[in-house]
């Protein structure tokens, strides 16, 4: 399985990913790393490994489905079949969804369908719910909407701060993304 992983900030998640390659832990070559930040750690983590970076600036475009083109060709160049998007900071338009909807899934930091959108963590912080997490879903059309694969739980215990909040979420993040690509890419549906 050839995939192409998505972010457009530090890329812990991109790495955790890529690791998991590396160990044999996940059956899946990362081909290309896509970003919406040149600048963004992601292209160091990824160059660090070797992987070929696509980086663009929305910016440079004449709207979504002007770059969004631009990355399905580099897509179809580099034989992708899967995307993995982490941390990827932007809606996907038609562009993608059209060539990948099913083949295209999403990390986010809250237990959807709560707290969809921006600093998810933050929110469940800010809303003092006791019990939040991490879901892994299909993209749509939708900000954050699309069909569940898996959620884990975390508990906010009384002396967690933000910071170590932050800290339990993504540590649970780490393994749950690469394990559950592995059950993906294992079961009858991608194969
Ligand atoms: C992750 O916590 C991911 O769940 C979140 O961005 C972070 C990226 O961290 N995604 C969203 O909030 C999507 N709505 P990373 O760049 O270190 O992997």
């Known amino acids: 399985m050839r995939i192409a992983v998505f972010a457009s900030g530090s890329g812990s998640n991109a790495e955790a990913i890529i690791q998991a390659t590396k160990k044999g832990t996940l059956d899946a ?94 929110q469940a912080f800010e809303a003092k719910v006791k019990i939040t997490g991490v879901t892994i879903h299909y993209v ?16 906010i215990e009384e002396n967690d701060t933000i910071e170590t909040l932050r800290q339990k979420v993504q540590a649970i993040e780490h393994t749950l993304y690469p394990e559950t690509l592995q059950q993906l890419f294992t079961s009858k549906e991608h194969n």
């Open 140 to 155: 749509d059309s939708g900000m954050d909407s699309g069909p569940i694969i898996a959620q884990e739980s975390v508990r």
């Open 29 to 122: 070559e990362v081909a290309l790393v896509v970003t919406d930040k040149p600048g963004a750690k992601v292209v160091e983590r990824a160059q660090s490994y070797g992987i070929d970076v696509f980086a663009f600036s929305p910016k440079d475009y004449n709207g979504k489905a002007a770059f969004e083109q631009d990355i399905v060709s580099k897509l179809k160049k580099y034989d992708i079949s899967f995307l993995v998007l982490a941390g990827y900071m932007r809606l996907v338009g038609e562009t993608l969804l059209e060539g990948y909807e099913g083949r295209m899934v999403n990390i986010h930091p809250s237990l959807l369908p709560s707290f969809p959108g921006l600093d998810a963590i933050g």
